[in-house]
């Protein structure tokens, strides 16, 4: 029945025809034909016609034949459920008959419709599909055994746990023994497919491969010495992946292992050197790592190092011979589409944890921000893999290091200096303490070679720099500080606009570690920034942007000065009146101006007006396209919110930097209309910048608040959902601000929160930020009304002393705990069974205000009084020595 169908010989060069102009490079004509083509999809065997070029037509050219397939590949995406059956059947049947087309091409283009076919849930459905493909892996023809595992290959690739699971009968327990065979085949292609079948399986521990794992392992490294560079793929991908679930299997051929792997990552191919470098990154974060690794470090280091070095094609590909660019503009393609990072309300730390979170401004190494690069490579992969061993390793490197430092350093080819450089970015995390000694004449040494005539060398100096910028900064300021950063300012205004990009990211780093230490040097080094606005083009202008923006976060109201004022709001406003609404640019430059607007306080005051009304359209016309586009969603594409987010998130950095000064704004807008309906979007990054701004106004001018607390009060317990850490924790600290405001007309409310709040206190695994702020919430819920939340006191009391005993001294912490000091005297035997964490609590506050200290004192005293001398000397030996004394000292208990 199927195959009696033929082809209308004139509708057949209709087609031909589309298909010919389809390949022509004018959009215009592209559009045409998208056009026709959705009109052909009205016929039911418009699809036959597809499948008969791709199969039947052998006369055509291939592209156009494979073209064919290709648009039959869209169609079965977008109407496969609308397909008549007789023509499923008959794609279905040509595809399995001509799967040996002598084409490489259309065997491919067949591979992939077929597995287009099978995600469409047609696994279960195409009875016939696997045992066919199986069977013809055995043919003796050399194409239609590779057209078939080229669709497998692509099979395992989309369908992986379909093939694992009961609904098909488990088909795993035939193919992997099946795959395995051909590991040995005479021909390279099919190896290579074999390989990628049974890699699908790895990472997920598949059981049908668990059982022949020693086999699989065998097969593997039968072709350690394979010829072919994707064999040899292959096999180091499989390698890499085993280590993460059956590194037990692979321990006992570990030597032999590492010494093919080191061959490989010198592989003249540099794809293969690639999969093979991988190996070293996923070692690193195994525990044997150090044992089985150490006694080769001599001779891995030195291959790292070596990957780490431009090659040839990088230079070419990366213009590195074109010293000065910065007069062409860029292509818009160079240009990433960037993430903006909505806010989260988050707590400052006591001193000693400050240093865990080491920045990871390692993460771009190399910084070849091109295209070109962009995508992961050997010199980036081996400068990850150094990073993460030094982390292991720690000094233990030192010894291979120094030589090979020494040797690459003083370099008289710039290329090979280069890479010294970037091994010393590398190592700076994992290897700090053995550094000190040495940093104080390489620092002198890179500060110079930021003035090196080649520009790769001084953009890779930049970043190195910056990942020593921790022990730079706590040195005499006149020693390193003072002359990296009178260069580092030369190299903003570098004329190669790399080094202009390593430059601006370096800085914002120093910036970060730098905070108020760089405050005697702001007017230098905002001269610096405001004349790289005239200078910049399009890319780099927007990391300037965030380096402004972090200037401003990091030296805070010390920028509050007319003469920074001056130098620095006109051009920010000038870039801001040139931009349009629909400009994707205004992100960062909304993100720069929110940092400036919470550091000018109210010296941002003359800017606030049109700043603040532009936040307000950007966000009312954002909601209106949403309401356009739910009402007929297929007349129009749906809005990018990140305009709404960012306008929400500058709000938010308006109302903490002016305070009071906002009310008149906010009172002649409909802003908290607008936000009442940002709270309820789908989006959480949506609700997670609208609770922020919730959070600000309240202690901007709360009054404008007030009358909607009964409509915003239920929103906020509906998104107490610690699934979405960071809407989670912003409504939480929202609830907290407004409790404060509201006093005891809170009392209503807290039936709708408390019961979350506890939950998530007493989740496992909640992330620190969470923790502190629901701790924070709960405790000022009980400030403004003790007895609700007292009688809960025994389910969050242990949780709630110690999320907060890492905080430093400020306005939230003393509210909290004035809450639980005010509840404790409600119910006292609330904390019985948890004292002792209460009494760690009190003892982490530096300097408590005077009456707080007071009640401490009567809390500890009055325990002390009830339970009596002997009973508290037993209790308070448990507490450790530190805790005793500081009790002792502070409050004589």
């Given at each position: 029945?199927a195959?009696?169908?033929q082809p209308?010989?004139?509708?057949l060069?209709?087609?031909?025809q589309?298909?010919?102009?389809?390949?022509?490079?004018?959009?215009?004509?592209?559009?045409?034909?998208?056009?026709?083509?959705e009109?052909?999809?009205q016929?039911?065997d418009f699809?036959?016609?597809?499948?008969?070029?791709?199969?039947?037509?052998?006369?055509?050219?291939?592209?156009?034949r494979?073209?064919?397939?290709?648009?039959l590949?869209?169609?079965?995406?977008?109407h496969?459920?609308?397909?008549?059956?007789?023509?499923?059947e008959f794609?279905?049947?040509?595809c399995?008959?001509?799967?040996?087309?002598?084409?490489?091409?259309?065997?491919?283009?067949?591979?992939?419709?077929?597995?287009?076919?099978?995600?469409?849930?047609?696994?279960?459905?195409?009875?016939?599909?696997l045992?066919?493909?199986?069977?013809?892996?055995?043919?003796?023809?050399?194409?239609?055994?590779?057209?078939?595992?080229?669709?497998?290959?692509?099979?395992?690739?989309?369908?992986?746990?379909?093939?694992?699971?009961?609904?098909l009968?488990?088909?795993?327990?035939?193919?992997?023994?099946?795959?395995?065979q051909?590991f040995?085949?005479?021909?390279?292609?099919i190896?290579?497919?074999?390989?990628?079948c049974?890699n699908?399986?790895?990472?997920s521990?598949?059981?049908?491969?668990?059982?022949?794992?020693?086999?699989?392992?065998?097969?593997?490294?039968?072709?350690?010495?394979?010829?072919?560079?994707?064999?040899?793929?292959?096999?180091?991908?499989?390698?890499?992946?085993?280590?993460?679930?059956?590194?037990?299997?692979?321990?006992?051929h570990?030597?032999?292992?590492?010494?093919?792997?080191?061959?490989?990552?010198?592989?003249?191919?540099?794809t293969?050197?690639?999969?093979?470098?991988?190996?070293w990154?996923?070692?690193?974060e195994?525990?044997?790592?150090?044992?089985?690794?150490?006694?080769?470090?001599?001779?891995?280091?030195?291959?790292?190092?070596?990957?780490?070095?431009y090659?040839?094609?990088?230079?070419?590909?990366?213009?590195?011979d074109?010293e000065?660019?910065?007069?062409i503009?860029?292509?818009?393609?160079?240009?990433?589409?960037?993430?903006?990072?909505?806010?989260?309300?988050?707590?400052?730390?006591?001193?000693?944890?400050?240093?865990?979170?080491?920045?990871?401004?390692?993460?771009e190494?190399?910084?070849?921000?091109?295209?070109?690069?962009?995508?992961?490579?050997?010199?980036?992969?081996?400068?990850?893999?150094?990073?993460?061993?030094?982390?292991v390793?720690?000094?233990?490197l030192?010894?291979?290091?120094?030589?090979?430092?020494?040797?690459?350093?003083f370099?008289?080819?710039?290329?090979?200096?280069?890479?010294?450089?970037?091994?010393?970015g590398?190592?700076?995390?994992?290897?700090a303490?053995?550094?000190?000694?040495?940093?104080?004449?390489?620092?002198?040494?890179?500060?110079q070679?930021?003035?090196?005539?080649?520009?790769?060398v001084?953009?890779?100096?930049?970043?190195?720099?910056?990942r020593?910028?921790?022990?730079?900064v706590?040195?005499?300021?006149?020693?390193?500080?003072?002359?990296?950063?009178?260069?580092?300012?030369?190299?903003?205004?570098?004329?190669?606009k790399?080094?202009?990009e390593?430059?601006?990211?370096?800085?914002?780093?120093l910036?970060?570690?730098?905070?108020?230490?760089?405050?005697?040097?702001?007017?230098?080094?905002?001269?610096?920034?405001?004349?790289?606005?005239?200078k910049?083009?399009?890319?780099?202008l927007?990391?300037l942007?965030d380096?402004?923006g972090?200037?401003?976060?990091?030296?805070?109201?010390?920028?509050?000065?007319?003469?920074?004022?001056?130098?620095?709001?006109?051009?920010l406003?000038?870039?801001?009146?040139?931009?349009?609404d629909?400009?994707?640019?205004?992100?960062?430059?909304l993100?720069?101006?929110?940092?400036?607007?919470t550091?000018?306080?109210?010296?941002?005051?003359?800017?606030?007006?049109?700043?603040y009304q532009?936040?307000?359209?950007?966000?009312?016309?954002t909601?209106?396209?949403?309401?356009?586009?739910?009402?007929?969603?297929?007349?129009?594409?749906?809005?990018d919110?990140?305009?709404?987010?960012?306008?929400?998130?500058?709000?938010?950095?308006l109302?903490?930097?002016?305070?009071?000064?906002?009310?008149?704004?906010v009172?002649?807008?409909?802003?908290?209309?607008?936000?009442f309906?940002?709270?309820q979007?789908?989006?959480?990054?949506?609700?997670?910048?609208?609770?922020?701004?919730?959070?600000?106004?309240?202690?901007a001018?709360f009054?404008?608040?007030?009358?909607?607390i009964?409509?915003?009060?239920p929103i906020?317990?509906?998104n107490?959902?610690p699934?979405?850490?960071?809407?989670?924790?912003n409504?939480?600290?929202?609830?907290?601000?407004?409790?404060?405001q509201?006093?005891?007309?809170?009392?209503?409310?807290?039936?709708?929160?408390?019961?979350?709040?506890?939950?998530i206190?007493n989740?496992?695994?909640?992330?620190?930020?969470?923790?502190e702020?629901?701790?924070i919430?709960?405790?000022?819920?009980?400030?403004?009304?003790?007895d609700?939340?007292?009688?809960?006191?025994?389910q969050?009391?242990?949780?709630?002393?110690t999320?907060?005993?890492?905080?430093?001294d400020?306005?939230?912490?003393?509210?909290a705990f004035?809450?639980?000091?005010?509840?404790?005297?409600v119910?006292?035997?609330?904390?019985?069974?948890?004292?002792?964490?209460?009494?760690?609590?009190?003892?982490?506050?530096?300097?408590?205000?005077?009456?707080?200290?007071?009640?401490?004192?009567?809390?500890?005293?009055?325990?002390?009084?009830?339970?009596?001398e002997?009973?508290w000397?037993?209790?308070s030996?448990q507490f450790?020595?530190?805790l005793r004394?500081?009790?002792?000292?502070?409050?004589?208990?």
């Open positions: 029945m195959m009696s169908w209308e010989p004139n509708g060069q209709q087609i031909l589309l298909l010919k102009e389809s390949q022509s490079p004018h959009t215009e004509t592209q559009r045409s034909v998208q056009q026709k083509l009109q052909l999809n016929y039911p699809n036959n016609y597809l499948i008969f070029v791709l199969t039947k037509l052998k006369t055509e050219d291939e592209p156009t494979s073209l064919s397939g290709l648009i590949k869209n169609n079965v995406k977008a496969f459920h609308n397909f008549p059956s007789e023509v499923t794609i279905k049947s040509e399995l008959e001509n799967i040996g087309d002598p084409s490489p091409l259309i065997r491919a283009t067949i591979g992939i419709l077929i597995t287009t076919i099978a995600t469409k849930g047609e696994l279960q459905n195409w009875q016939t599909l045992p066919t493909l199986c069977q013809q892996l055995d043919s003796e023809d050399y194409n239609t055994c590779e057209g078939a595992f080229g669709a497998l290959q692509k099979i395992c690739e989309d369908s992986a746990d379909v093939l694992d699971s009961d609904a009968n488990r088909p795993l327990n035939i193919l992997i023994p099946k795959f395995l051909f040995k085949h005479q021909t390279p292609k190896r290579s497919h074999a390989i990628a049974v699908q399986f790895i990472i521990k598949t059981q049908a491969l668990m059982l022949h794992i020693d086999a699989f392992i065998q097969n593997l490294f039968a072709l350690a010495s394979d010829e072919d560079c994707e064999v040899r793929k292959n096999v180091c991908r499989a390698l890499v992946m085993l280590q993460e679930v059956r590194m037990d299997r692979l321990l006992p570990m030597p032999d292992i590492i010494e093919y792997i080191l061959m490989r990552t010198q592989d003249a191919d540099e293969v050197a690639l999969e093979a470098c991988e190996f990154l996923t070692l690193a195994q525990p044997i790592c150090r044992d089985v690794l150490a006694i080769h470090l001599n001779r891995l280091i030195p291959v790292l190092v070596r990957g780490m070095k090659s040839e094609i990088d230079i070419i590909l990366l213009k590195g074109v000065e660019d910065e007069m503009p860029d292509s818009e393609q160079d240009i990433k589409p960037r993430f903006h990072k909505s806010r989260t309300h988050s707590q400052q730390h006591s001193i000693e944890e400050e240093d865990d979170d080491v920045s990871d401004s390692g993460s190494y190399g910084l070849d921000d091109d295209d070109a690069l962009s995508d992961w490579n050997l010199r980036k992969c081996s400068a990850a893999a150094l990073d993460v061993l030094a982390n390793f720690r000094d233990e030192m010894p291979v290091l120094l030589p090979i430092l020494k040797e690459t350093l370099h008289p080819e710039w290329e090979v200096k280069e890479s010294g450089i970037l091994v010393l590398a190592i700076a995390e994992g290897c303490n053995a550094m000190i000694p040495h940093l104080p004449e390489l620092i002198p040494f890179l500060i070679c930021l003035s090196e005539k080649k520009a790769l001084r953009s890779i100096t930049c970043w190195t720099l910056s020593y910028s921790h022990w730079i706590n040195q005499p300021h006149d020693m390193y500080l003072k002359p990296l950063m009178s260069e580092l300012l030369k190299r903003i205004l570098d004329s190669n790399r080094v202009q390593a430059a601006c990211s370096a800085f914002a780093t910036e970060e570690e730098a905070c108020t230490e760089l405050v005697p040097y702001l007017g230098f080094i905002l001269q610096t920034l405001v004349y790289a606005f005239k910049y083009q399009h890319k780099n927007l990391i942007y380096a402004i972090t200037l401003a976060d990091s030296v805070g109201h010390h920028l509050n000065k007319p003469e920074f004022i001056n130098m620095l709001m006109p051009p406003i000038e870039k801001w009146n040139t931009l349009k629909e400009d994707k640019d205004l992100f960062p430059l993100e720069c101006l929110s940092s400036v607007a550091a000018l306080q109210s010296g941002f005051l003359p800017y606030s007006e049109p700043v532009r936040c307000v359209s950007l966000t009312e016309k909601l209106l396209q949403i309401a356009e586009c739910n009402a007929n969603p297929d007349a129009m594409e749906p809005p919110k990140d305009f709404m987010i960012v306008a929400l998130d500058l709000l938010s950095g109302a903490e930097g002016l305070e009071g000064h906002i009310e008149t704004l009172a002649s807008s409909n802003i908290m209309t607008l936000l309906q940002c709270m979007d789908r989006m959480p990054e949506v609700r997670q910048s609208s609770f922020a701004l919730l959070g600000d106004l309240t202690k001018c009054q404008h608040v007030r009358p909607c009964s409509d915003f009060l906020l317990g509906q107490l959902n699934e979405f850490i960071s809407v989670c924790n409504a939480t600290w929202a609830i907290g601000e407004v409790s404060i509201m006093g005891a007309e809170m009392r209503e409310y807290i039936p709708h929160v408390l019961n979350q709040l506890t939950e206190i989740r496992p695994n909640t992330p620190k930020t969470l923790l702020n629901t701790a919430t709960i405790g000022r819920l009980g400030y403004v009304c003790p609700v939340v007292a009688p809960m006191l025994p969050f009391i242990r949780q709630w002393c999320s907060l005993r890492n905080i430093r400020n306005e939230e912490k003393d509210s004035r809450g639980i000091c005010a509840m404790i005297s119910n006292p035997g609330g904390v019985v069974q948890d004292f002792i964490f209460f009494c760690d609590a009190v003892a982490s506050w530096q300097n408590p205000k005077e009456d707080l200290k007071e009640m401490f004192y009567k809390i500890l005293h009055g325990f002390k009084n009830q339970v009596g002997e009973n000397k037993r209790f030996d450790p020595l530190p004394e500081r009790l002792a000292a502070q409050y004589g208990v």
